[in-house]
């Protein structure tokens, strides 16, 4: 479950001076197979340490496996991406993983969509896929970004629109490049949001509304969502990091000033279950790690999926999670990288 697969780098282009689109050959293409809006999580050797990063996929269902990566300013993996990617070059990742979709159907539908920067790759995917797949339903992205020169995917979205005509529209909200009309300048917040719904688009008929941004971005709008009337699962995320770190959870904290001596985990993966300690203040995850288990993670830091694993006995406590879905957490599922066990003794699976 762990496992990470080999892959071909085929092509390496530009989408921007900061960002390249990077089309893979798995070795094993069932292994990668997809569903739009799933991320690859890769791994990496990087000046001597392991680094892992989740990039998303950014090509439609059945058009290959391709990811967007934007490089950030003193990025570990990002910049060593940007810099040295090039085709015939053998890379890891772990099959695609993620929620960030609905499932299609045969009904017509208006979705919404806001990204942000580099927040366009799963929605590129999601439009991709939804207007070949369900072709009586509309797609609106807005998409915010510093200036034009920053647009990732600029020719593919005019394209879209080419070949959608009447199905697909995007409305480019830039922060820097002052333009005419001033809907269309500033960030894309929650007056900005109230604002599109005032004239360009109907709250009433969107269906689903997906975000990718920046973290106060996405709250602002999700909170503009909720105001012109779209209900909790109306709306789906994904988070690329937060800028808030995780809380120990308050039972684990009043554990350690007693002096907590640690529980017993009995941890399942790929079919073989271990009985583990998990030491005062450790996480699921890392008394896994510190077993020697190749327990799967990515970010460590409660944004990606990757370390998800089933609570079947026990009680653990998450210090952060922007990644699981309410009726995720309600059948147990937790992020293993955030678990502080509650319970003396808790049973975990990451094969569920
Ligand atoms: C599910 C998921 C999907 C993702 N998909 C994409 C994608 O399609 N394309 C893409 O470009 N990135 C994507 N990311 C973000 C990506 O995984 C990395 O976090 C990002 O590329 C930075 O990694 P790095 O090693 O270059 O920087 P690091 O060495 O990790 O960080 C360097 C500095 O930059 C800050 N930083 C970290 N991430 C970001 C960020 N995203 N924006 C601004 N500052 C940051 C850190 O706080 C730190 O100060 C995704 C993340 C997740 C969790």
Same mark, same amino acid.
């Given at each position: 479950?762990?496992?990470?697969?080999?892959?071909?780098?085929?092509?390496?282009?530009?989408?921007?001076?900061?960002?390249?689109?990077?089309?893979?050959?798995? /070795?094993?293409? %069932?292994?990668?197979?997809?569903?739009?809006?799933?991320?690859?999580?890769?791994?990496?050797?990087?000046?001597?340490?392991?680094?892992?990063?989740? +990039?998303?996929?950014?090509?439609?269902?059945? =058009?290959?496996?391709?990811?967007?990566?934007?490089?950030?300013?003193?990025?570990?993996?990002?910049?060593?991406?940007?810099?040295?990617?090039?085709?015939?070059?053998?890379?890891?990742?772990?099959?695609?993983?993620?929620?960030?979709?609905?499932?299609? $159907? /045969?009904?017509?539908?208006? +979705?919404?969509?806001?990204?942000?920067?580099?927040?366009?790759?799963?929605?590129?995917?999601?439009?991709?896929?939804?207007? &070949?797949? %369900?072709?009586?339903?509309?797609?609106?992205?807005?998409? *915010?970004?510093?200036?034009? *020169?920053?647009? #990732?995917?600029?020719?593919?979205?005019?394209?879209?629109?080419?070949?959608?005509?009447?199905?697909?529209?995007?409305?480019?909200?830039?922060?820097?490049?002052?333009?005419?009309?001033?809907?269309?300048?500033?960030?894309?917040?929650?007056?900005?949001?109230?604002?599109?719904? @005032?004239?360009?688009?109907?709250?009433?008929?969107?269906?689903?509304?997906?975000?990718? @941004?920046?973290?106060?971005? #996405?709250?602002?709008?999700? =909170?503009?969502?909720?105001?012109?009337?779209?209900? %909790?699962?109306?709306?789906?995320?994904? !988070?690329?990091?937060?800028?808030?770190? $995780?809380?120990?959870?308050?039972?684990?904290?009043?554990?350690?000033?007693? $002096?907590?001596?640690?529980?017993?985990?009995?941890?399942?993966? /790929?079919?073989?279950?271990?009985?583990?300690?998990?030491?005062?203040?450790?996480?699921?995850? %890392?008394?896994?790690? &510190?077993?020697?288990?190749?327990?799967?993670?990515?970010?460590?830091?409660?944004?990606?999926?990757?370390?998800?694993?089933?609570?079947?006995?026990?009680?653990?406590?998450?210090?952060?999670?922007?990644? !699981?879905?309410?009726?995720?957490?309600?059948?147990? +599922?937790?992020?293993?990288?955030?678990?502080?066990?509650?319970? =003396?003794?808790?049973?975990?699976? +990451?094969?569920?």
């Amino acid at each position: 479950m762990a496992q990470f697969l080999p892959l071909t780098v085929t092509d390496v282009r530009p989408t921007t001076r900061e960002a390249v689109v990077v089309t893979l050959q798995p /070795d094993d293409p %069932e292994a990668f197979a997809f569903t739009q809006g799933q991320y690859l999580t890769f791994r990496q050797e990087i000046d001597g340490t392991e680094i892992r990063r989740s +990039y998303s996929i950014c090509c439609g269902v059945g =058009e290959g496996l391709q990811v967007g990566i934007k490089r950030v300013e003193g990025g570990a993996f990002s910049s060593w991406a940007n810099d040295n990617l090039k085709p015939g070059m053998r890379l890891e990742a772990m099959p695609p993983s993620g929620r960030f979709f609905v499932p299609l $159907g /045969d009904a017509p539908r208006h +979705y919404l969509a806001f990204a942000g920067g580099s927040g366009i790759t799963p929605v590129l995917s999601l439009i991709r896929t939804t207007l &070949a797949a %369900e072709p009586q339903s509309r797609f609106t992205l807005v998409y *915010a970004n510093r200036a034009a *020169a920053t647009v #990732m995917f600029r020719e593919e979205l005019e394209d879209l629109k080419n070949r959608h005509m009447g199905r697909f529209r995007v409305i480019h909200v830039l922060e820097h490049d002052g333009q005419e009309v001033p809907l269309f300048s500033g960030r894309v917040d929650g007056e900005k949001v109230a604002a599109l719904f @005032g004239g360009l688009i109907e709250p009433e008929g969107v269906d689903v509304a997906f975000i990718c @941004g920046p973290e106060p971005m #996405m709250l602002a709008i999700s =909170e503009a969502l909720r105001a012109a009337g779209l209900s %909790e699962d109306q709306i789906r995320f994904e !988070l690329f990091k937060s800028d808030q770190p $995780g809380r120990l959870p308050q039972r684990v904290v009043a554990a350690l000033a007693e $002096g907590a001596k640690g529980a017993e985990a009995k941890v399942t993966l /790929d079919g073989v279950t271990r009985t583990l300690t998990v030491e005062p203040g450790q996480t699921v995850l %890392e008394a896994g790690l &510190a077993a020697s288990m190749e327990v799967p993670f990515s970010c460590r830091a409660g944004v990606c999926s990757t370390c998800r694993c089933r609570v079947l006995e026990g009680e653990v406590e998450m210090a952060a999670n922007y990644a !699981l879905e309410d009726d995720e957490v309600a059948k147990g +599922y937790v992020l293993s990288c955030q678990s502080h066990v509650i319970s =003396e003794r808790v049973v975990v699976s +990451y094969d569920e």
